[in-house]
């Protein structure tokens, strides 16, 4: 398997192409780094575009949802965009043209598979708990059939896409920084507050350490 993802069509940038990353380390530390994805389908010829929850095993990326979604349901086999994206700051310029964000995101291209299988589907969504809880799926009560029969997981090859990154300092024209304007960047960071207890939990329950200790970005 190569380092990097080719190049393609769909894939390249056709501007600011230094932004752009094809090698395989920033396309999944990214993906690490975001659960929080867009899936975009193709149904009855119209686009939809679901939000929900991605994690990544090895070359693969997985997703899930209700076996209900007319989306999920029509996409088994058919092509898909997935797109993760992480605000890093507010880029400030002295003229609006060059106002910016620094981001980081992937887009991935693909064929989608349905996980079919039900003990590789009971194992998928462990990993996607534990990916987020290192440890939380093996302390919970074992998933029902109607919560296997519920959910739908699908997957894709990490093969064809991108990552795109911007940080640093706005890029002025040469003659605007002999202007009399503040520029600068404004740094975005997700946050973890405190945890708070559900009130039905039962005393003398401890917080487990994947609480305590969760952080995302």
Same mark, same amino acid.
Request: hydrophobic share 35%.
């Given at each position: ?20 990353? =094809? *090698? ?7 993906? *690490?780094?975001? /659960? ?6 193709? +149904? ?6 679901? !939000? &929900? +929850?991605?994690?990544?095993?090895? #070359? ?42 620094? &981001? ?13 299988? /039900? ?7 462990? #990993? ?5 809880? @290192? ?7 074992? *998933? ?7 959910? +739908? ?16 300092? @706005? ?15 404004? /740094?975005?960071? +997700?946050?973890?507050?405190? !945890? %708070? @207890? ?8 401890? %917080? !487990? *350490?994947?609480?305590? #200790? =969760?952080? %995302?970005?």
């Amino acid at each position: 398997m190569s380092d990097t993802l080719e190049v393609t069509e769909r894939s390249r940038l056709r501007r600011l192409h230094e932004r752009g990353h =094809f *090698d395989r380390e920033t396309i999944n530390a990214i993906l *690490d780094a975001q /659960p929080m994805c867009s899936v975009g389908y193709i +149904m009855d010829g119209k686009p939809h575009v679901t !939000p &929900t +929850m991605q994690w990544r095993e090895g #070359n693969h990326v997985y997703w899930h949802g209700s076996s209900a979604s007319r989306a999920l349901r029509n996409s088994n086999g058919a092509d898909v965009c997935l797109s993760v994206a992480i605000l890093d700051g507010m880029v400030l310029a002295r003229s609006g043209m060059h106002h910016s964000l620094n &981001t980081r995101s992937v887009t991935l291209f693909g064929k989608a598979f349905k996980v079919e299988d /039900p003990q590789e589907k009971l194992e998928k969504l462990g #990993n996607f708990v534990n990916s987020l809880y @290192p440890g939380r799926y093996e302390t919970l009560r074992p *998933d029902h059939a109607q919560d296997l029969k519920a959910t +739908m997981v699908l997957g894709m090859e990490i093969a064809e896409g991108s990552a795109k990154v911007r940080t640093g300092a @706005p890029g002025d024209e040469e003659a605007d920084y002999a202007l009399p304007i503040w520029a600068g960047v404004i /740094p975005v960071h +997700m946050q973890v507050g405190e !945890p %708070i @207890p559900d009130p039905r939990n039962l005393d003398g329950v401890d %917080i !487990p *350490d994947h609480v305590t #200790n =969760f952080r %995302i970005g």
